[in-house]
């Protein structure tokens, strides 16, 4: 029995923050950003709308194009760094409430931009394991709520929005997950950092005076760590499983910046029209960047079944992965 991820879905929230817009916001230009990350804009939730409606919301178009019963699903598990809640209740269990979904195990992983990797990772040991048969996975952020729309260095990146799988079984090969890789390297944790808040440095008015709370990044340093380790990560999946650039029908990176995009893709020789590429238009949706990705070229009509699609992504700790999959959905 192998794990198949037999649907895709995505939400992204209706408001768009422009560059132009940013340009009234902070000490920049369209033309710096578009030149230095590929980022024309990106989504904001609106205020009543929290984590778990985007990660809700692309949950249910999943579903549907699963053609499940909702009671057919064993677990919701959600990858998030902007949680609905600092410590709990846990962002899956609030979108399993939304669903209508009861009594079914509902937890949230913490791997920041690379968590749905890390939840592919998961869901397979769990289906093939036989323990569930079927399993949602949701990226689902509202970053703009851990930015700092003072800060030009972050708050150009970052964008909301959800993205959702339903992870099943299957006897057929050619629509199996093939093989995840996950790692990861805590000793560049300080790179990519939400430093108050936690256990380390609790809440208190002094850190909400020092901006704490929000998201801080020495960007140049992660860019180039991410470059190495993202291309290093590819090269490793393919060699593991005994294939080539050339037979990856689709290359869907995390979309955190063009460059970092394609300087991977020249390095590895992957044509351009494979490459799945939506930070132009959502910027960095962290955890749900790699499923709105795929629901794009899902939806332009790109991933048939049984194309060979392979992830890779890189975010904060520092954590990493890829994955091989053949679609299982129709
Ligand atoms: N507008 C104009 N100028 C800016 C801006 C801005 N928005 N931001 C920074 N600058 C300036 C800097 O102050 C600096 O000026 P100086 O030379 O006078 O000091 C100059 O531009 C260059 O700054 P760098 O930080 O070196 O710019 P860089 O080319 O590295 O681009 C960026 C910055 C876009 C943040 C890039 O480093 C990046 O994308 N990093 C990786 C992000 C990433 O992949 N994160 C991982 C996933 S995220 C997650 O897990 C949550």
């Known amino acids: 029995m192998y794990a198949t991820l037999k649907s895709i879905g995505a939400y992204a929230p209706q408001t768009i923050l422009t560059n132009h817009d940013l340009e009234k916001m902070v000490d920049t230009t369209d033309e710096w950003i578009t030149k230095r990350t590929g980022i024309k804009e990106r989504r904001i939730a609106a205020p009543d709308e929290v984590t778990s409606d985007l990660g809700a919301a692309a949950a249910k178009i999943a579903i ?17 760094l902007s949680p609905d809640y600092l410590t709990m209740p846990s962002t899956a269990c609030m979108i399993a409430h939304k669903l209508g979904l009861s009594h079914v195990m509902a937890f949230d992983i913490s791997a920041a931009c690379s968590g749905f990797v890390y939840l592919l990772n998961l869901a397979k040991a769990f289906v093939e394991s036989g323990a569930y048969k079927n399993l949602l996975i949701v990226g689902a952020e509202k970053i703009s709520s851990y930015v700092d729309y003072t800060d030009r260095g972050t708050c150009i990146l970052f964008g909301d929005g959800g993205g959702a799988a339903i992870i099943g079984q299957t006897e057929n090969k050619n629509e199996a997950i093939l093989d995840v890789h996950v790692a990861s390297d805590g000793e560049y944790g300080h790179l990519l950092i939400t430093p108050g808040g936690g256990s380390k440095e609790p809440c208190c008015l002094s850190l909400l005076e020092n901006k704490r709370q929000f998201i801080q990044m020495a960007g140049n340093e992660v860019f180039k760590i991410a470059v ?7 090269i490793d999946i393919l060699a593991k499983n005994n294939l080539c650039a050339e037979q990856i029908d689709h290359f869907i990176p995390h979309q955190a910046n063009f460059r970092i995009i394609e300087a991977v893709r020249q390095k590895l020789e992957f044509p351009e029209e494979k490459t799945v590429l ?4 959502y910027g960095n949706t962290s955890a749900a960047s790699i499923p709105m990705a795929m629901n794009d070229a899902y939806e332009e009509g790109r991933i048939k079944r049984g194309d060979l699609i392979l992830l890779d992504t890189f975010g904060g700790g520092f954590t990493w992965g890829s994955a091989l999959l053949r679609f299982g959905g129709e």
């Open 228 to 234: 190495k380790t993202l291309t290093n990560d590819v």
């Open 278 to 281: 939506t930070v132009h238009k």
């Open 64 to 80: 549907a194009r699963a053609g499940i019963d909702p009671k057919e699903i064993d677990g919701v598990i959600c990858a998030t």
